[in-house]
Nanobody
């Protein structure tokens, strides 16, 4: 049984930083493509980063809205993927989810989802 467990959410001031974690069991994240998504109230779920499997060189993807501020990384020894978020903006609160698929590249449909972690950005 695959489980993804996010942690690291919380309240941060605009311009602040958070690091989210996605710990996995039942799937080897090194062999999977992992995505981070944001679900804001009343808005569609948005993918904010992706990292391809190690076999595809761990290529990362970011939409323009977070490029230069967010960074996704993988710790294979801990079977955990991280999302470092810097310079958070007031419009970026929401529930952040990680998702995984046992496929080499970003763009695949995800099979496994975590329960999410809440991020609030407020002064």
């Amino acid at each position: 049984q695959v489980q993804l467990v996010e942690s690291g959410g919380g309240l941060v001031h605009p311009g602040g930083s958070l690091r989210l974690s996605c710990a996995a069991s039942g799937v080897t994240l090194e062999d999977a493509t992992i995505g981070w998504f944001r679900q804001a109230p009343g808005k569609e779920r948005e993918e904010v980063s992706c990292i391809s499997s190690s076999s595809s060189d761990g290529i990362t993807y970011y939409p323009d809205s977070v490029t230069g501020r967010f960074a996704i990384s993988r710790d294979s020894a801990k079977n955990t993927v991280y999302l470092q978020m810097n310079s958070l903006k007031p419009e970026e609160p929401g529930v952040y989810f990680c998702a995984a698929v046992e496929a080499p590249d970003c763009g695949a449909e995800y099979d496994y989802w975590g329960q999410g972690t809440q991020v609030n950005v407020s002064s």
